[in-house]
C-alpha cells in the first residue's frame, strides 16, 4: 500500500522567513497530494493541492511542487506569519473517487515573531 | 460546499462500555467514508473505509469486532467502539470524498475526542 513520508517533523523559522516542508510517496499510481493545516482539536483544513498532471501551483504566500518521477512533493510557505504556526500534514491518494488519503506524520511549524 | 456533519464532538465513557460516533453528509451524497483515529502528536492513521450498503474494509492491525462500523444509508455513516478501554481513548475523525470529481476532494468531519476512564 501507499507510504508516505514527511519531513522535517519540527520546523522554527522567523517571522517573514520562507518555510519548507518535504514528502515522498511510495504509490506510483497516486496522482492527488493536498496537503493540510490542522490546529490542535480541529479537523484538518486543505490549504493547497495538487495533481499529478501539475508540476507546480501557487495560491498567493503558498506553494506546492510535485516531482513524480522522484516521488516527492514539497510545501512551500513564503513570507511566513504567527499564525501559520500549526501542523501542517502532506498526504497521497490515488484520486479516484473512494480511492483512500494516505497522510504523512506530520510537520509542527512554529514561526517566531 | 460539502459539509460533513459529525458528533459528538466529544465524549466521556466507561472503560467497558460502547460508544457511537455518527457522520452524516448534510448536502451530497457520501457513498464512501474514511475513518481515522489521531492520537495526540500524531498523524491522521486510517482505520477502515465505509461503503454504502456493503461491509467495510479494515486497514491491518484494526480489528473489526471492536470498531463496528455502519454505513447504511448515503448520508450517515456509524463508528462504534465496543468495550472501550482507556486505550481507545484518541480523536476519531470521518472523512468522505466530496463528490464524485476527484477534483473536488475530501471532506472531513469536525472529529470526535474520546475519553475512556
Known amino acids: 500500500g501507499e507510504n508516505v513520508e514527511q519531513h522535517p517533523s519540527t520546523l522554527s523559522v522567523q517571522e517573514g522567513d520562507s518555510a519548507v516542508i518535504k514528502c515522498t510517496y511510495s504509490?506510483?499510481?497516486?496522482?492527488?497530494f493536498p496537503w493540510y493545516k490542522q490546529e490542535l482539536g480541529k479537523r484538518p483544513q486543505l490549504i493547497i493541492d495538487i495533481r499529478s498532471n501539475v508540476g507546480e501551483k501557487k495560491d498567493q504566500r503558498i506553494a506546492v511542487t510535485l516531482n513524480k518521477t522522484a516521488k516527492h512533493f514539497s510545501l512551500h510557505i513564503t513570507e511566513t506569519q504567527p499564525e501559520d504556526s500549526a501542523v501542517y500534514f502532506c498526504?497521497?491518494?490515488?484520486?479516484?473517487?473512494?480511492?483512500?488519503?494516505?497522510f504523512g506524520a506530520g510537520t509542527i511549524l512554529r514561526v517566531k515573531s | 460546499g460539502a459539509v460533513v456533519s459529525q458528533h459528538p464532538s466529544w465524549v466521556i465513557c466507561k472503560s467497558g462500555t460502547s460508544v457511537k460516533i455518527e457522520c452524516r453528509s448534510l448536502?451530497?451524497?457520501?457513498?464512501?467514508m474514511f475513518w481515522y483515529r489521531q492520537f495526540p502528536k500524531q498523524s491522521l492513521m486510517l482505520m477502515a473505509t465505509s461503503n454504502e450498503g456493503s461491509k467495510a474494509t479494515y486497514e491491518q492491525g484494526v480489528e473489526k469486532d471492536k470498531f463496528l462500523i455502519n454505513h447504511a444509508s448515503l448520508t450517515l455513516s456509524t463508528l462504534t467502539v465496543t468495550s472501550a478501554h482507556p486505550e481507545d481513548s484518541s480523536f476519531y475523525i470521518c472523512?468522505?470524498?466530496?463528490?464524485?470529481?476527484?477534483?473536488?476532494?475530501?471532506?472531513f468531519g469536525s472529529g470526535t475526542r474520546l475519553t475512556v476512564v
Open positions: 448536502d451530497f451524497q457520501a457513498t464512501t
Open positions: 504509490d506510483s499510481a497516486s496522482n492527488y
Open positions: 472523512s468522505a470524498p466530496s463528490g464524485q470529481n476527484p477534483r473536488d476532494g475530501y471532506t
Open positions: 498526504a497521497a491518494s490515488r484520486g479516484e473517487y473512494g480511492n483512500k488519503l494516505v
